[in-house]
């Protein structure tokens, strides 16, 4: 089924299909929906690292798991192979991605699991989301404008929601937050205050390489996490993949700092009150 799909698209014909095909993670299989091409970026999976990182966070603690920056459920699938009852919030603004996710719900009789069709802000508003490829779901969208260099294929508009907007909805028993939004970071991280100042989540985020201190866009976005996280008295710690995308590791750093690779983007950020268990459960 695998090579007829990727011939398909190759062929660019899959747009014309819609059918569903199933996909396994964790040993846990899932419906997963084909709908005029989308959906295929999910097989294979990938970032298949985060649901052995997923498995331990959940063994020191249990809640709801936040996704901002859902896109088309790559994070719903894993975090669902881990645990299928946990509760979901997931943050998208593309109204592709939360239409197809909505699809991968009902396909799966997920319970406990939303679905919020708006980006996470520290205002309220309507933005410009940048595509930087011919897709109507591209991972790499990003609300910066010019984030991977003046690349924009086209532009929509989306709304954005605040603090004081998001916080109606969410409860009080979050465990961990993801955060996927390609340069949008501090913004978003603004609007979780309250949530990280009272609940204390871990926090995995992916935080692009910034290259150069020159490239200020990037630079100077990355500085202000680092001092935030650090005053609110968290730790951060990269997450050391294998050369298959598989979790090997954590490894404690003082700070993001300035590089190129692109390996090393992804960050587990620690409550310091859990960084004696997460020592003593995962290989640092």
């Given at each position: 089924m695998l090579f007829l799909l990727k011939i398909l698209n190759r062929l660019g014909c899959i747009k014309f299909f819609n059918f569903n095909t199933q996909l396994v993670i964790n040993g846990k299989k899932f419906n997963l929906p084909i709908s005029g091409g989308i959906g295929f970026g999910n097989i294979p999976m990938s970032e298949i690292w985060m649901v052995k990182c997923l498995d331990l966070l959940l063994q020191i603690k249990k809640g709801t798991f936040i996704d901002i920056g859902a896109n088309i459920g790559q994070s719903l699938l894993k975090v669902k192979s881990v645990d299928s009852q946990i509760n979901y919030i997931g943050f998208e603004p593309n109204p592709k991605c939360v239409s197809y996710i909505e699809e991968i719900i009902k396909e799966n009789n997920f319970l406990s699991t939303q679905i919020v069709p708006t980006g996470v802000s520290n205002e309220n508003g309507i933005l410009k989301l940048n595509l930087f490829h011919n897709n109507a779901t591209d991972i790499s969208a990003s609300l910066i404008d010019n984030f991977q260099n003046d690349n924009t294929v086209y532009q929509k508009y989306i709304v954005v929601s605040d603090q004081a907007s998001i916080s109606r909805i969410l409860p009080d028993d979050i465990c961990i937050v993801k955060i996927d939004v390609e340069g949008y970071e501090w913004f978003v991280v603004q609007a979780l205050n309250e949530v990280l100042l009272k609940q204390r989540p871990f926090v995995l985020i992916e935080i692009l390489p910034v290259?150069?201190?020159?490239?200020?866009?990037?630079?100077?976005?990355?500085?202000?996490?680092?001092?935030?996280?650090?005053?609110?008295?968290?730790?951060?710690?990269?997450?050391v993949k294998d050369a298959e995308d598989n979790f090997l590791s954590l490894e404690i750093i003082e700070k993001i700092d300035?590089?190129?690779?692109?390996?090393?983007?992804?960050?587990?950020?620690?409550?310091?009150?859990?960084?004696?268990?997460?020592?003593?459960?995962?290989?640092?």
């Open positions: 290259y150069s201190e020159s490239n200020r866009k990037r630079y100077e976005p990355q500085m202000k996490l680092e001092k935030y996280f650090i005053d609110m008295n968290y730790q951060f710690m990269r997450i300035v590089h190129g690779d692109t390996t090393k983007c992804e960050y587990l950020i620690t409550p310091h009150e859990h960084i004696k268990r997460i020592c003593s459960i995962f290989k640092t």
